[in-house]
C-alpha cells in the first residue's frame, strides 16, 4: 500500500474513531485532527474538560474559527503532522475536518481524498454550522455504518484495500 492521505468527516457519533481504529489494526494509521491544537487551548483557556455537548462543540467551533482567521494554525498544524507522515512508517493519514472550505483547503494542499462517515441511528447535530452541514459536501468515498461493528471493520478492510 502506498502512502495515502484521507479527509475523515461525519457528525458526532457516525463511527469515525471507529473506523480509524479498524483500519489501524490492518496498516499504520496515524490520526490528526484540525481541531487537536484548539482542544489543547480550550482545556487552557476556559477549563474545557473534553465534553461534547452543543455548549463544548460550539466553544471549539468558534476557537478553531478565530484560530483560522488569525493566523490559519488549523492547516499549518495539519501540514506540519503530514510532513511527519511522509518521513514515518504510516501508511495512512486520517485528517478529521468539518468544515467544507476547510476540507477544499487541505485537499489541495495534501492531494488528499475525502471520506464522508455516516450512521443512520444518529442524529445529525444542527447546533452549529461545522457539525451541521457535512452532509454538504461531495466527498470521494461513503461509508455508511449502519450495521454491526463487525460490519464496520469489514467496511474499513474494504476501504484501504481500494485505496
Known sequence: MDKNIVIINGTGGAGKDTFVSFCSEVTNVLN???????KEAAKILVGWNGEKDEVSRKLLV???QLSIAYNDYPTKYILQK???FKNSSDKLMFVHIREAEEIDKAKKLLNAKTLLITNPRV????????????NEYQYDYYIKNDG??????????KFIEEL
Not at 490528526?32 to 484548539?38: A, L
Open 32 to 38: 490528526v485532527s484540525t481541531v487537536d491544537k484548539v
Open 62 to 64: 468558534d476557537l478553531k
Open 82 to 84: 503530514a510532513e511527519e
Open 148 to 157: 454491526t461493528l463487525d460490519d464496520l471493520k469489514g467496511k474499513a478492510i
Open 123 to 134: 442524529k445529525l447535530i444542527t447546533s452549529n454550522d461545522s457539525d451541521g452541514k457535512v
